[in-house]
């Protein structure tokens, strides 16, 4: 998903040039892993990559989600939105995790 979200922005004529290196994707990858270890798991999730694309979306402002949810996702619902809209925009299987 890391990836699909890298090419994505590359893409994106809203993105700088400045923001669309390696770096930056390395850096959405660290932010997943850190996410992770909030939740005490040692490996990243579906969760934690959404997650991160809800984070990155708020900085960035792409326009990859029709209405930007919230950062903090309480209810499953919002997550389970998000996560459809997500794979669709990035032309990824979806998967009922």
Do not use: W
Not at 64 to 80: A, C, G, K, N, S
């Amino acid at each position: 998903m890391f990836t699909a979200y890298y090419r994505y922005l590359r893409k994106s004529p809203v993105v700088p040039k400045e923001r669309k290196t390696v770096r930056m994707l390395e850096s959405i990858v660290r932010i997943g892993e850190a996410h992770a270890r909030l939740h005490f798991r040692d490996e990243v999730t579906i969760y934690d990559a959404v997650s991160v694309l809800v984070l990155m979306e708020h900085t960035l402002n792409t326009g990859l989600f029709d209405i930007l949810p919230d950062v903090l996702m309480l209810e499953i619902q919002e997550y389970q939105d998000a996560k459809q809209e997500v794979c669709f925009k990035l032309k990824l299987e979806y998967k009922d995790f």
